[in-house]
């Protein structure tokens, strides 16, 4: 790409210079004319560059130029802090909700006991229960090689269980000496971030409830205790042989 130097002498600028991404607002769009458009999104037509800016400055707008490679470029009234603002905003909240896919991974062997199996099970639960994939691994030792169908049963078995909370994403199926299969949650990762955030709330306002309940009885019997023991002297003294005599 070539330019004009201070002497007029041709420039050679290397490519893959840094692009502006800003767009032109205002003073900085330098063409005569443009195609303008209104701030409600209505079409005013191709007006000159100075008109559009002078009904900026009436409206108390910005002159913004939202697509250069018009001819002329289009441009919109509007208020170009609040636009850049509302963007920022609708980025930040897009990067937000991106949620970086996690595989947790649950290693097996394929004659586990039911003890081992109910504990590999309940991990594996509360992986897909906060959004999570999970790499479900047979390893598979000596003469257990020749017997795939065991290890198969196995995370059949496994996916039947989990199916409230999963789905097999990635079937059986053997690598060497393993047998993988991968589980994925029927909830993204925020939701489940949600529900887990609402399930603690409702346990936390549990325990605040039984804390009061407690509170309430002991306040009860303490304010109680000296009208019982006040009842329980006066018939003492009614019963009492010797008052009486």
């Not at 991106?98 to 991974?105: A, F, H, L, S």
Request: glycine share 8%.
């Amino acid at each position: 790409m070539e330019g004009r130097g201070e002497r007029g002498l041709p420039v050679t600028w290397p490519p893959g210079g840094h692009i502006s991404t800003e767009l032109r607002i205002n003073d900085r769009i330098r063409v005569p004319e443009v195609r303008l458009v209104g701030p409600n999104g209505e079409t005013v037509g191709i007006v000159p560059t100075d008109q559009a800016l002078k009904l900026a400055q009436e409206a108390d707008l910005d002159l913004v130029e939202i697509a250069p490679q018009g001819k002329p470029p289009v441009c919109k009234l509007m208020d170009y802090g609040k636009f850049k603002y509302e963007n920022a905003q609708k980025a930040r909240e897009a990067r937000r909700n991106q949620t970086n896919v996690i595989i947790k991974e649950m290693k097996l062997r394929p004659k586990i006991d039911a003890h081992d199996y109910e504990t590999k099970k309940g991990h594996v639960v509360r992986f897909l229960r906060a959004g999570d994939k999970v790499k479900i691994t047979i390893m598979f030792r000596g003469r257990e090689q020749h017997r795939p169908e065991l290890g198969f049963r196995l995370l059949q078995k496994l996916a039947e269980d989990v199916t409230e909370l999963g789905f097999v994403e990635s079937s059986p199926k053997q690598d060497g000496r393993n047998m993988i299969m991968v589980l994925g949650p029927h909830k993204k990762k925020a939701d489940a971030k949600v529900d887990q955030q609402a399930e603690k709330d409702a346990k936390a306002a549990e325990r605040a409830a039984a804390v009061a309940d407690e509170q309430a009885e002991r306040d009860a019997a303490h304010a109680a205790g000296p009208v019982a023991q006040k009842k329980e002297r006066g018939r003492s003294e009614n019963l009492d042989p010797e008052i009486e005599a």
